[in-house]
């Protein structure tokens, strides 16, 4: 499975920085300024995990981040975000969001372990579906 993570902010700073590290530690990133192209992106370049700015013109990351979700429950989303509030990390848990992480980030441990196991959960269904579509058709879920 590759790497690819789509990471989207208006921050072009932001962007770059979280690039520069990531690609570091062996992701492969496709940065995106413009929220309202991040559905064709994931979709024309096969990404199954984002990160998302919360706050953001046009399209907030939580909106972004319900849209996402309506169009494929299956892409795993983090949100990375300056926007410190109890309510916008409660709704991005609610939204489906895997985690959560301030800007501006000291350290990009916790963010890249956060990642590996979102990752690892993705290939987990990847392989579930793979091994459904090997049962044979009369076999049902118990």
Known sequence: MNKRILHVDDSLLMLEMVSTELT????????????TKAIETLTDLDIRVCL????????????????????????QAIM???????????????????ACFFKPLENYELLIESLDGTFTKVERWWKALEQLQNLPQEVGCM
């Open 52 to 75: 998302l700015d919360i706050k953001m013109p046009v399209l907030n990351g939580l909106q972004l981040l319900e849209k996402i979700k309506r169009f494929d429950g299956g892409i």
């Open 80 to 98: 990375l975000t300056g926007e410190v509030s109890q309510s916008s990390l409660l709704e991005s848990h609610r939204l489906g969001a895997e």
């Open 24 to 35: 570091k530690a062996g992701y492969e990133v496709v940065s995106l300024a413009d929220p």
